[in-house]
């Protein structure tokens, strides 16, 4: 069997499945495997609201992301990639270029923190590892109030966030002693997954009643004009004043993308272009994107157990391909979506019910509801770190 290489940009969860999956399947001998990555550490992004609600410690949630090429025979790139050549399978990385028969874009989403005047200088967010430094700070002098949790723009990543923070949040309170409340502001959209963010209070809402009566309000169809000390101004003139305020920062595509029109959603350029079942560029067939940055272009959630079973259908698809096995594994027909709401967890089946061309059609369901689920979901996320160190 000829040697192939593949390249894999980003060290996150997804370019860590991806490469892990590979190497299990096709060793060094007939798959070489380069690994790229600006960070030097490995992150699991839902780790930081932990890390900034004080659940958890900073070298608990991170590993050297040299690790993951230790472990599975990859050579590693520690550089920001500039830029690709598709017609001649090159990536570059500064001055160097490394070549390719398969290319994984792992590489997540880059943020707009300037999209709403006073955004960046007045809230906080828990997207990267200096937002959850920021906000454990302000969380430490938090005595009670108005807490306003902020989505100026829709899709953004991890969906379900701010209604796993409006608990958690009040769970931390009750613990503290102090008096707070939530207000949950999410911005229109006619696409059908906003309509199903639209259903989530009505899942989650039974829970939060329960746990925290009267203390939770949501509210739709907000889109954020300015940001002062105390009060958000919006499109709509309404306005809401805060004693805190947490936002989900705007998606935007990595940057050595933002102006290449071959890998942006055709009809959202926030966005890159993948294809669904498999997660090839629509283009250039040896290239994947099964990154979180490119779901929503199919309709899908940008969230974590979506990303991971999108490396494990991109890598089959290679796979198959290299030896010549046949059909792929394809991507699940049903993923569970595990939330931790506070004091209790809860356990989402995200079904997969078919695609309208590259539009996938999904639906949702409360399998169980448990404070078991929030203690496996910790667990697994702690234990997924460990695992490199």
């Not at 807490?147 to 613990?175: D, N, Q, S």
């Not at 101004?233 to 306005?239: A, L, P, Q, R, T």
């Not at 993948?274 to 979180?292: C, E, G, L």
Request: with cysteine; proline share 8%.
């Amino acid at each position: 069997m000829k040697m192939r290489t593949a390249v894999v940009v980003g060290a996150g969860p997804c370019g860590y499945v991806a490469v892990r999956r590979l190497r299990e399947k096709l060793k060094p001998k007939d798959l070489r495997i380069v690994l790229i990555t600006k960070d030097e550490y490995h992150y699991f992004p839902p780790l930081f609201a932990d890390l900034a609600l004080g659940e958890v410690e900073l070298e608990e949630i991170r590993a050297p992301a040299k690790r993951i090429a230790e472990l599975y025979d990859t050579e590693f790139v520690l550089g920001e990639v500039t830029g690709i050549d598709p017609q001649n399978k090159k990536v570059k990385v500064g001055n160097d270029e490394y070549s390719y028969d398969y290319l994984f874009l792992c590489t997540g989403v880059s943020y707009d923190f300037e999209k709403v005047p006073g955004l960046k200088e007045h809230g906080y967010h828990t997207y990267t590892l200096d937002g959850a430094l920021k906000l454990k700070e302000a969380l430490k002098d938090f005595n009670g109030g108005k807490v306003l949790l902020l989505a100026p723009e829709f899709p953004f990543r991890c969906a379900g966030l701010p209604f796993e923070l409006a608990g958690k949040l009040l769970y931390l309170a009750t613990k503290k002693g102090v008096d707070a409340n939530v207000t949950i502001t999410l911005p229109a959209s006619k696409e059908r997954i906003m309509q199903s963010m639209q259903e989530i209070p009505m899942t989650v809402g039974m829970i939060h009643q329960k746990y925290f009566p009267g203390k939770i309000e949501y509210k739709f169809g907000k889109v954020p004009k300015e940001v002062t000390e105390n009060k958000v101004k919006f499109e709509d003139g309404s306005e809401e004043e805060y004693d805190l305020l947490i936002y989900m920062p705007p998606n935007r595509p990595p940057k050595f993308l933002a102006s290449e029109e071959e890998f942006l959603c055709p009809n959202d350029k926030r966005w890159l272009v993948s294809t669904f079942p498999n997660f090839r560029h629509p283009k250039f067939n040896n290239i994947f994107v099964p990154t979180d940055a490119a779901m929503p272009c199919m309709r899908l959630p940008p969230v974590g157990v979506i990303t991971h079973a999108a490396a494990v259908a991109a890598a089959d698809s290679a796979i198959a391909e290299i030896t010549g096995s046949g059909a792929p594994i394809p991507f699940p027909n049903q993923v569970p979506l595990v939330a931790d709401l506070g004091p209790t967890g809860m356990m989402i089946v995200f079904e997969i019910i078919g695609k309208e061309g590259n539009v996938v059609k999904t639906k949702r369901y409360v399998s169980l509801t448990s404070p078991l689920i929030k203690s496996m979901k910790l667990s697994f996320y702690l234990g997924w770190i460990a695992s490199l160190r």
